[in-house]
């Protein structure tokens, strides 16, 4: 079994076929490359995404690709989103098949081994509480999703999305039960969703632990700093950077905890090559920073950063793991605030600007705004090489001199890509 934290850097592991009876069975199509190496999936994927990316209005050069990193092919997925069908009796824990019907992935071979352990606790609890899946045809039924997230040290976040606050007393009253049989369970919660619609989580959460987020604490590779081999000097050693993260209920992570873990210490590692002006700190802004992975990575004291996210409980969180590594608000501060709508050239632009955007990326606006702005340098990380394309075309004076694919969803055609842009006074 490969470990949820195997390091990956090195290269990918080996074929990758007949892990999973239900993909090879047809019942599940979550994972349409699972059948193909995993060497092969990645050159594909690199090449695929190279290609899209030199077809641009602003190009990748092919010269700018690293290595892409590779992931291991089992236990790398942190969460599980699980839809709950079948009967309370009976629950099916999965996904819906092609037919409608429930596909049970309580033994799905991509999730982290705390999650698979917890899958049949949980469906034993939804049987001895009588909570009833909801039944999509007949718009019917109380528990829609069962959503898990788990540590790199284990811990567990359950969350219940109901649609109704018929069973929140329930669960609390099941809640000692659960953490007997679960007792890395650190948070506990409902979601409440009524609506029938595809949209997995509703606006209201109840928190019925003490804790209401988790704690991701992240080990990233950072290379120590000096000069090898100088005389009198012993050359420096390669070193961790411990990097805790609060996960609030409704916030989003990153689902590869390891090769999140490469994509901030590579982050980093750029940043760090390029030094700023000397006596003067870098000004560095990070925005869609979510709980403050780039922000917090980056922190020191050549450096002052400013987060910048829309979640007010995503902030909450950064704020909390900054305080956890002793950070001083003059070094990284946080701002709950729509960082799609900002100006980097309302005053002095910032040094270094990170972005992190969803899926629709930054948009034409903002890439506008950036283009006029004269900032420098820009940190990009997309999970969507169409709008990251889009992005770049918007913004045709920033010329990327280093990009790399981390390969976030193994067995998919999706990934995530680093770029590192500098502008050319010359455009």
Avoid at 1 to 9: C, E, F, I, L, N
Avoid at 35 to 43: E, V
Avoid at 242 to 249: A, D, I, R, S
Avoid at 263 to 274: G, H, I, P, Q
Wanted: with cysteine; glycine share 6%.
């Amino acid at each position: 079994m490969v470990s949820a934290r195997t390091p990956t850097a090195t290269g990918p592991v080996d074929s990758t076929a007949s892990l999973c009876a239900l993909h090879d069975n047809g019942n599940c199509r979550s994972c349409p490359q699972l059948a193909t190496p995993a060497p092969a999936q990645l050159r594909r994927k690199q090449t695929r995404i190279a290609a899209l990316l030199a077809d641009g209005a602003n190009p990748v050069p092919a010269f700018a690709w690293q290595p892409a990193v590779a992931s291991a092919p089992t236990r790398f997925r942190n969460k599980a989103k699980m839809v709950v069908s079948g009967t309370a009796a009976a629950p099916i824990l999965g996904v819906l098949g092609p037919n409608g019907r429930g596909v049970d992935l309580r033994n799905c071979p991509l999730h982290a081994a705390q999650i698979q352990a917890a899958l049949p606790v949980l469906a034993r609890t939804i049987t001895a509480l009588g909570l009833t899946p909801y039944d999509v045809s007949a718009r019917r039924g109380e528990l829609k999703h069962v959503l898990l997230t788990a540590s790199p040290d284990e811990d567990l976040m359950v969350r219940f999305v109901l649609r109704t606050h018929r069973h929140i007393e329930d669960l609390r009253a099941a809640l000692p039960g659960l953490r007997r049989a679960l007792p890395t369970l650190a948070v506990l919660s409902a979601n409440i969703q009524p609506v029938h619609q595809a949209i997995i989580e509703g606006p209201e959460e109840i928190v019925l632990t003490e804790d209401d987020r988790l704690l991701m604490r992240l080990q990233l590779p950072i290379e120590a700093q000096g000069a090898p081999g100088a005389p009198g000097t012993v050359a420096p050693r390669p070193r961790t950077l411990e990097l805790p993260l609060y996960l609030p209920t409704r916030s989003f992570f990153q689902t590869n905890t390891a090769i999140a873990e490469q994509l901030y210490a590579t982050a980093r590692r750029w940043v760090d090559a390029v030094p700023g002006s000397a006596g003067e700190p870098q000004r560095v802004w990070d925005l869609f920073c979510g709980v403050g992975g780039f922000a917090l990575t980056l922190a020191a004291p050549e450096r002052r950063v400013l987060g910048v996210e829309v979640s007010a409980a995503a902030i909450d969180g950064a704020r909390a793991a900054a305080r956890l590594m002793k950070l001083p608000e003059e070094l990284v501060r946080f701002e709950a605030a729509d960082a799609s709508v900002l100006d980097p050239g309302a005053g002095a632009p910032p040094d270094l600007l990170v972005v992190n955007p969803p899926r629709r990326g930054i948009g034409a606006e903002l890439a506008a705004r950036i283009e006029a702005s004269g900032v420098e340098r820009v940190l990009y990380s997309s999970c969507n090489p169409v709008s990251l394309a889009r992005d770049l075309a918007g913004m045709p004076s920033l010329q990327v001199h280093r990009a790399q694919l981390f390969d976030m969803f193994p067995h998919t055609d999706h990934a995530e890509v680093l770029l590192d842009l500098h502008r050319d006074r010359s455009i």
